[in-house]
């Protein structure tokens, strides 16, 4: 884990201790927090997306003799 | 062990301004690699040659696996809710690595009772572990939609075939030469198998882990922005209390919908397992010739599976809008008179068989991934994942009954080969009566009486586990994330 990601989550922690909720997160605080989020989602997805694409993709040409392909 | 300290449940809440969109990948990495289990088929024949024995004693180790599935996510349901997603979804990528190892070594060392305790048993308690796993969670981070959220990850193990498929065909071209995928007779060699278990062990572990390191719990009292719960429990059909999976069981409602899931599985599997034989046979001519070659039989599978995968995304997600209990009258009722239709027009045009047995099979699909849904609304939130692992029993026990029913029908029939679309009208008509059934149990659910109730502080499983772990002093008291 990113320092920046350690750093969020202390934040995090100091304001989940007092109760949790997300309103209840000062704006910048959780911009930050979503914007060190912003690769880790992007490689998260990929992750799982791809493999899945490259299944669909697999599939769909094993269909084309039905349609006469 | 200080090792696995990632695992405690401290470590799993979630801090403010944590992404919910970082749950349902994490989902769809265990429910991708377990979803492998429907992917048999690629190396069955290499293993019935391998070991010299019949398809019936190879298909053995795939029967093992789907009861391991219902019977593990049935009792370890309650253990998933206390722990929490990481904890069970670290344990669910240990057995499936580990029944993958067990049963390359069954395979190396020519024994085949090894893959049966390898993939079958061990292998399918990460199934059953895995695939409730990431659902109550998913629950509690979309409560807003969550027929979209456990529609996504559920999306992910039909998914999960379609990537192992044509991946393991791949890998065992690799590792040995003389196997050729494009060649029906073509077969891989019992070395290629076992080289390609030790892999998918490597890579499943791998991918599975990345689930258990992106998994968080909400944490108490969290919801989205703009979401209000009051809004969502005005609605008839949605409790805003909590029922726990020991008196869920009790109720009238867990055992109609065991029923409406029971029969939508059976239906489906009933198509599903006959998907190529079934086409062309729906298309034989009276010289005993099918216009319908195996090739187009093979793809016939491919768009079923498709479908599959997307009707449990598109149809979980109507069923926020709609509700889940019309969604369910829809896949059981419209189903009635698809499958009639099938029976009775089916042959008449092979777009309009193929049309049919599509959104057939994505009703199947819808109501796999619909039901957790349906149960947070009739239970609460409290236990849902142990009481939708109890709940899967419906689907072990439909995946004895729907082969039962359309092979035993097939049978007397006639031979394998020679049989055509009249042959399928007592099954399918079967199959409507079926879905008949589940029709009426779907329309008898109705809101589950107070007094299953659980009192006002019974709300999380894991929260409550959490809390009574910090009164023990075993965790710093309001210590939350990473």
């Known amino acids: ?69 | 062990m200080a090792v696995l300290a990632f695992l405690d449940r401290e470590h799993t809440v979630a801090g403010p301004g944590f992404s919910r969109w970082l749950i349902p990948p994490a989902a769809l990495a265990v429910h991708l690699c377990i979803g492998q289990a429907y992917a048999t088929s690629v190396y069955k024949t290499a293993l019935v040659a391998h070991f010299d024995t019949s398809l019936t004693a190879i298909g053995i180790i795939f029967s093992i696996a789907i009861v391991m599935l219902g019977v593990s996510a049935a009792i370890a349901g309650t253990w998933v809710d206390r722990v929490g997603p990481r904890k069970a979804m670290f344990a669910a990528a240990c057995f499936w690595a580990s029944g993958f190892l067990v049963g390359a070594v069954g395979i190396g060392t020519n024994q085949l009772w090894l893959v049966y305790l390898g993939y079958g048993f061990i292998g399918g308690i990460g199934l059953g572990i895995g695939y409730i796993s990431p659902v109550s969670t998913l629950i509690k981070w979309f409560p807003d939609r969550p027929g979209l959220a456990t529609g996504m990850a559920i999306m992910g193990f039909g998914g999960g075939a379609l990537i192992a498929s044509p991946l393991s065909s791949q890998l065992m071209a690799f590792y040995d030469s003389g196997f050729d995928p494009s060649d029906a007779t073509s077969v891989a060699s019992g070395d290629a198998v076992m080289k390609l278990f030790l892999t998918l062990a490597i890579v499943y572990f791998l991918v599975m882990m990345l689930g258990v390191f992106n998994v968080r719990v909400p944490a108490p009292g969290w919801k989205p922005p703009g979401f209000d719960p009051a809004k969502l429990t005005a609605k008839p059909m949605i409790t805003a209390a909590n029922v726990s999976a020991n008196n869920a069981v009790k109720t009238p409602q867990f055992w109609f919908l065991w029923t409406v899931l029971f029969c939508n599985v059976t239906a489906g599997i009933g198509i599903l397992e006959q998907a190529s034989p079934m086409i062309q046979d729906f298309f034989r001519e009276g010289d005993g010739v099918s216009t319908v070659a195996a090739a187009a039989g093979a793809g016939f599978v491919g768009l079923l599976s498709i479908f599959n995968m997307a009707g449990r995304f598109v149809w979980s997600s109507t069923s926020d809008i709609i509700g889940r209990k019309p969604m369910y009258a829809i896949y059981l009722g419209i189903g009635i008179v698809l499958y009639f239709l099938l029976a009775t027009f089916g042959s008449a045009a092979t777009i309009l068989f193929v049309l049919l047995g599509a959104i057939i099979i994505s009703f199947y699909g819808g109501g796999f991934a619909t039901v957790p849904a349906y149960l947070r609304d009739l239970f609460g939130t409290y236990q849902v994942g142990a009481i939708h692992g109890r709940l899967l029993t419906a689907w072990s026990a439909a995946g004895v009954a729907g082969p039962l029913i359309i092979n035993g029908f097939l049978d007397a029939q006639g031979t394998p080969g020679e049989l055509v679309a009249a042959d399928y009208r007592l099954a399918l008509y079967t199959m409507v009566g079926v879905l008949a059934v589940g029709f009426v149990a779907n329309l008898l659910i109705r809101p589950v009486a107070d007094r299953f109730h659980e009192s006002g502080d019974h709300t999380d499983a894991f929260l409550e586990a959490r809390a009574a772990e910090s009164r023990n002093g075993k965790v710093p008291a309001g210590r939350s994330s990473t």
């Open chain 1, 1 to 69: 884990m990113s320092s920046n990601e350690d750093r969020a989550h202390a934040a995090a922690d100091h304001t989940a201790s007092e109760g949790g909720q997300d309103g209840a997160v000062d704006s910048g605080t959780r911009d930050s927090v979503m914007g060190s989020q912003t690769p880790r989602l992007v490689v998260s997805w990929l992750i799982v997306g791809v493999p899945l694409a490259y299944g669909i993709y697999q599939t769909i040409s094993k269909t084309l003799p039905l349609f006469g392909g």
